[in-house]
């Protein structure tokens, strides 16, 4: 296996009002729109897709279109380059229909960090400190 | 936001056996050590985060740590080169714990793909066609 994650698919109510949500509250920039039944997302190395749930259910196979938990036991990361753009982010996410979870706040290792859920209670970290950026963005980890 | 996904971290069960799973079993390059508390392997534009389960629940906050669901609407999927790669990966990850959940099979879209569970029941695509790679193994979405 390549060290590789080619695609984050997130399955979603309302295809397109999550679009909205990633390009117009967000900034993602799209290569696609909610007509074509999926969307996606260029982003550094990774693919972030939107597809219906029900869809993305019935993909994997019959009997798992089941509702998600509150927590899925996943989270999204996205490191920022200043300490203020993670309130920045946060209040733009909020702005655009996200709920705050946890504001900004010190953590151990030394950075800040919020977490938002998206319209479909994604969570989302919005993380800065400790880690240095590759030049295309990607991070680099120790 | 800067078109970027930093981390995707997956709450895991038992770290060092999830972290042998990804290391040992798929071949991702890890960057530490499940000594260390968290186990991050460098990919792509993406960094791959395994994390104690309920650590990750309670750095969201109280009242997270919460079973996930069997479905948990997210999915990560990994594109490979070859069309046969798509059964030789997921024959791989099976012997390495995880369930094939869907073997390879053609799709509607034109390629090839099958789903693995792994040790936590995450959802992982393997898939095949449609899309061409950039350099950097980067999936073009178009």
């Not at 009002?17 to 074509?36: A, N, V």
């Not at 504001?103 to 970290?125: I, K, M, Q």
Request: net charge negative; glycine share 12%; hydrophobic share 40%.
């Amino acid at each position: 296996m390549e060290p590789r994650i080619s695609v984050i698919t997130l399955g979603v109510t309302d295809l397109a009002r999550s679009f909205r949500f990633y390009r117009d509250g967000l900034g993602l920039p799209p290569t696609r729109k909610p007509e074509d039944g999926i969307v996606f997302f260029q982003t550094s190395g990774v693919t972030l897709a939107l597809f219906p749930y029900g869809e993305l259910a019935d993909d994997v196979g019959p009997g798992w279109n089941l509702p998600h938990s509150r927590f899925t036991g996943i989270t999204l990361a996205h490191n920022v380059r200043e300490r203020e753009d993670v309130d920045r982010l946060l209040a733009q996410a909020e702005a655009a229909g996200a709920q705050v979870i946890k504001p900004a706040r010190d953590t151990e290792w030394g950075g800040c960090s919020g977490y938002f859920t998206d319209l479909d209670g994604y969570l989302w970290e919005v993380a800065w400190g400790a880690f240095e950026f590759h030049e295309d963005g990607a991070l680099q980890v120790p």
